[in-house]
């Protein structure tokens, strides 16, 4: 972020984080017949709690989080379990006890159901009744895309008092990887972290794609998108999508701008990517990282001889 960008911060851009999380996870099958896929972890910590870190890090104090009817338990990580605490307590178990509150500690999480997976942009919708008449904004997080290192939101927030409207996430990806993503086109800024958006394109074939700019699972959207949420009709994939809402304000005038983020990122919704994060993580780990180190090296020869 620019130093004029940075200079600009000032009162919370947004209060609520929407966390959509009523999908089926079928890239998860078999587990998700049974388990939500946001309470997957990484090392040792649900993809859900991550992102309410996140939120609240960048300045959130509520988390509504979007669930199918089944989907309870991805609420319940955020309830204390006293029964638990009281074992651990009673076991002068401090470290493992910390963990247990650690969710419920975070940020205040509250539910809306979508009762069909209808597809992201509707799932984003039923959020709305929550919010209060004041929140001219909020920030949405997908729970299966991890953008590191975190901050981005509150790069995100300093843009939309620069430049009002909506402000989305991108990566450069190569042109080959670009039909995976929504891709953006774009117009540079004063700021080269900064684009503004003319179009998004949701998946398209990398010789049809407006730019290498994908979209990446976080959104600082204005309220005006809940109007275009209702407008929109299904897109790709027969769902109703956020993007095309995007897409709407876009053709409407409304105000779009990507930060391009120059981090990494995992994509927790397939099984190779949850894998790569728990491997970045656990390398990462003072108590698990070494030893893992090691068996990955003596692994690795293995394939080699
Ligand atoms: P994905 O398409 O990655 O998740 O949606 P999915 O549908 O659960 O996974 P697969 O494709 O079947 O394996 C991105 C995010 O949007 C949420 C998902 O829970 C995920 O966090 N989502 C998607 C909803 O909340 N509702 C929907 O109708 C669709």
Not at 100 to 120: D, Y
Request: glycine share 8%; with cysteine.
């Amino acid at each position: 972020m620019s130093a004029s960008i940075r200079a600009t911060l000032g009162p919370r851009a947004f209060r609520t984080a929407v966390v959509p999380a009523a999908g089926l996870g079928t890239r998860f099958l078999p587990t998700t017949k049974t388990v939500p896929k946001e309470l997957l972890p990484v090392v040792d910590t649900p993809a859900i709690e991550y992102v309410a870190a996140e939120a609240a890090q960048a300045g959130a104090d509520r988390l509504v989080l979007v669930i199918a009817p089944g989907k309870e338990s991805v609420a319940a990580h955020f309830d204390p379990n006293p029964d638990l605490e009281a074992g651990l307590a009673g076991q002068s178990k401090d470290a493992l006890l910390a963990k247990v509150r650690r969710a419920p500690g975070l940020i205040r999480a509250q539910v809306a159901v979508q009762r069909k997976p209808l597809g992201l942009g509707h799932a984003v919708g039923c959020a709305e009744p929550l919010l209060a008449e004041d929140e001219d904004a909020v920030a949405v997080l997908l729970p299966d895309d991890f953008v590191l290192p975190t901050g981005v939101l509150i790069t995100m927030a300093a843009v939309r008092q620069r430049h009002g409207g909506s402000v989305l996430c991108a990566f450069d990806v190569p042109r080959e990887q670009i039909s995976a993503y929504g891709a953006f086109a774009i117009e540079d800024t004063d700021d080269p972290e900064v684009k503004r958006v003319h179009g998004v394109v949701e998946k398209p074939a990398p010789e049809a794609a407006p730019s290498t700019f994908a979209a990446a699972g976080r959104y600082l959207l204005d309220r005006a998108v809940f109007d275009a949420l209702r407008r929109i009709v299904p897109g790709v994939g027969g769902e109703l999508q956020l993007t095309d809402a995007v897409a709407l304000l876009i053709e409407e005038g409304h105000p779009v701008h990507v930060v391009v983020h120059g981090g990494g990122r995992h994509d927790l919704g397939t099984p190779a990517g949850l894998l790569r994060a728990s491997v970045d993580f656990a390398l990462a780990d003072p108590e698990i990282g070494p030893e893992l180190r090691r068996w990955l090296h003596d692994r690795l020869r293995q394939e080699t001889t």
